[in-house]
């Protein structure tokens, strides 16, 4: 921090004879005279010359915007601290431009004589030495006082500066308090500095939850088999889809145009916006893969050549390959549809591909899966209700799903699971397209894509008089049938790809193991194949197995068979949400060491609610 006083002698005597008394200056004055002085500024002047105004202006602060959003309320809480001490607060921008000008009056008409006002270029080389251009030279806090200014019209006033730096180093802009000379207070430059830490602060939570708000707005496309990555603003990538972190190393925080030389090259570019603040926050961007591909664990398999956009792996196989097919016969109509297939076999990958590439995709995708809602609260959960419904609602009510998904997709799993009152609720819903909440009397007009899926015989349950015929044929509008993984054993090596890739465990599975995932009927199926390929990695230590762990692969599927089917207790898979929470516990654990309280710190979740989430991921 510099600030101190010069006689005007001393400014006389440089000016006039080029004679330069080290001795009575601050050394960053000094270093800025001489400065100066090279560059030709003009020491009898100093009003500022360059100013924007109407539309370039407008166009700077717009380039500018996220500094003003975060810093002017710092500004006013420090207008407030300084208030009575004839002082003017400034926010400038890293090139020099002054971007707001507040405080009082008379001191804002004193700036104006000499052109200190908003828009105008306030730097050493405009104006000669100067609290802001100093500052932004040194990015360093500095006060100037007096005739420690190089021009003579900012000579009486004392300005006092602070850098705003990101943790890069990197210069935003300056935060500044002016007043003239006679009002001088020692202590404004440290109140100066705390604004500007405190603006730094509120800057990278701001640039870290919108980090975070990216991952989770694209957490599904991540996923795919989809060449693709996120990036900030400055088109630094923070996350990358699984192919494009297996080929690429190192590939946090790299400019994007540095993907060409391992063979991407940008094809579609969509701005993100924040659903927090509005504010543009990145970008998501398709790329082009311009080499050939090779696959890791058999000559045979080529890649599949499908346009359609699908959150997971294809495959080559005939039996998903029409599954696509139908998916994108479907998507682009408003058509309901009915997803049927045994347990495992992926129906909400389906259900939230249909969405991605239907006209709803830009809404909200919502599943629910009805056999996991208790039968007395199923119609509160889907249709909400007003507060004061009922004994125990919540004060300001509860929005229920349909609402939730309005404009965009409602994704009913295991739909056969609805009791008979609520089959006659539901086909009310469906075809008024209005949702009443419980005790509400206000029909809220729904815009919804409804998708609903299970692995029973909705054909078999409506001739048993378990299920209602016109609901069937509500839902039953484009039937898709997902296929066993029995079915598609030729996709088996590329679905081990997707899984190493998703891991990180790029391994060559060895033949014999391979021989022997291929040959078994997968009864669980996809859900049950990376199942035994998790064990599998585990046993391997993340190494490449050794061919003697194949007798380990199936050891608890044959032992449940052994007791009967009925022992056979299929697990729930993880929703997107589900599984980018349990991925965010266990790297928060790898980097705390285990130490579960310091994790919770580093998700800034409460500890009760981090073991909850532990047991039920079974960490």
């Not at 975060?70 to 921008?93: E, F, M």
């Not at 943790?167 to 705390?194: C, F, K, M, R």
């Not at 509120?202 to 870290?208: C, D, G, N, S, T």
């Not at 790809?497 to 009864?523: L, Q, S």
């Amino acid at each position: 921090m510099t600030f101190g006083t010069v006689s005007q002698r001393v400014w006389k005597r440089f000016v006039q004879e080029g004679v330069l008394d080290a001795s009575r200056l601050q050394k960053r004055i000094s270093e800025s005279w001489l400065r100066c002085k090279k560059e030709g500024v003009n020491p009898h002047s100093g009003e500022g010359k360059q100013v924007l105004t109407n539309e370039p202006f407008q166009r700077r602060k717009k380039e500018n915007a996220l500094l003003l959003d975060i810093a002017i309320p710092y500004v006013d809480k420090l207008l407030k601290y300084i208030k009575g001490s004839h002082s003017i607060v400034l926010l400038i921008d890293p090139q020099g431009y002054v971007l707001t000008i507040k405080g009082d009056k008379e001191v804002l008409r004193l700036a104006q004589r000499i052109n200190f006002i908003e828009g105008v270029k306030w730097t050493e080389e405009e104006v000669g030495t100067n609290a802001i251009g100093t500052s932004l030279i040194i990015k360093e806090p500095i006060t100037v006082v007096g005739s420690e200014h190089y021009s003579l019209a900012s000579q009486q006033w004392t300005c006092s500066a602070a850098p705003i730096c990101n943790d890069e180093g990197t210069i935003l802009g300056v935060i500044n308090v002016s007043s003239p000379v006679q009002y001088h207070h020692p202590l404004t430059l440290g109140a100066v500095v705390s604004t500007a830490y405190a603006i730094e602060r509120e800057w990278e939570i701001r640039k870290q939850n919108d980090r975070l708000e990216l991952i989770q707005q694209s957490f599904d496309l991540l996923h795919t088999n989809i060449p693709v990555v996120i990036c900030n603003r400055k088109k630094r990538i923070v996350c990358a889809s699984q192919n494009v972190r297996t080929e690429v190393p190192q590939w946090e925080m790299m400019q994007v145009k540095d993907l060409k030389e391992f063979g991407y090259m940008e094809r579609r570019c969509t701005p993100l916006y924040s659903y927090r603040h509005g504010g543009h926050i990145g970008f998501c961007i398709h790329l082009i893969y311009t080499k050939q591909k090779i696959l890791p664990y058999t000559k045979e398999i080529k890649e599949a050549s499908v346009s359609f956009f699908f959150p997971g792996e294809t495959g080559t196989s005939e039996a998903f390959q029409r599954t696509l097919r139908d998916m994108e016969r479907v998507a682009c109509t408003e058509a309901n549809v009915h997803i049927y297939g045994e347990s495992g076999t992926g129906k909400e990958w389906i259900a939230r591909a249909i969405h991605q590439n239907s006209a709803y995709k830009n809404g909200p995708f919502i599943a629910v899966n009805c056999g996991a809602i208790p039968r007395d609260l199923m119609e509160s959960e889907l249709f909400g209700y007003v507060e004061g419904a009922f004994t125990g609602a919540r004060r300001q009510g509860h929005q229920g799903k349909f609402e939730q998904a309005n404009h965009g997709t409602i994704f009913l799993d295991e739909i056969g699971e609805i009791s008979p009152a609520m089959q006659v609720a539901l086909l009310r819903v469906l075809q008024e397209r209005e949702v009443t909440p419980i005790g509400g009397k206000k029909e809220i007009p729904l815009n919804i894509r409804v998708i609903t899926a299970t692995h029973r015989d909705l054909r078999q349950m409506v001739q048993e008089g378990t299920f209602r015929e016109d609901l069937f044929y509500r839902l039953y509008v484009f039937p898709i049938h997902v296929p066993a993984l029995r079915e598609r054993k030729e996709d088996i090596p590329y679905l081990i790809r997707y899984y190493c890739r998703k891991n990180h465990w790029n391994v060559e599975i060895p033949g014999v193991i391979m021989e022997k995932i291929v040959e078994y009927d997968w009864p669980g199926n996809i859900r049950e194949l990376f199942n035994v390929l998790e064990r599998l990695r585990i046993l391997s230590g993340g190494n490449t197995p050794d061919p003697s762990l194949v007798e380990h692969l199936f050891v608890h599927r044959k032992n449940i068979i052994s007791r009967g089917p009925s022992c056979v207790k299929q697990e729930k898979p993880l929703t997107f949400r589900e599984e980018l929470q349990k991925q965010e516990i266990i790297q928060a654990l790898q980097k705390t060491g285990g130490n579960a309280s310091l994790a919770a710190k580093l998700l800034n979740i409460p500890r009760s609610t981090f073991y909850r989430r532990l047991q039920k991921y079974q960490l």
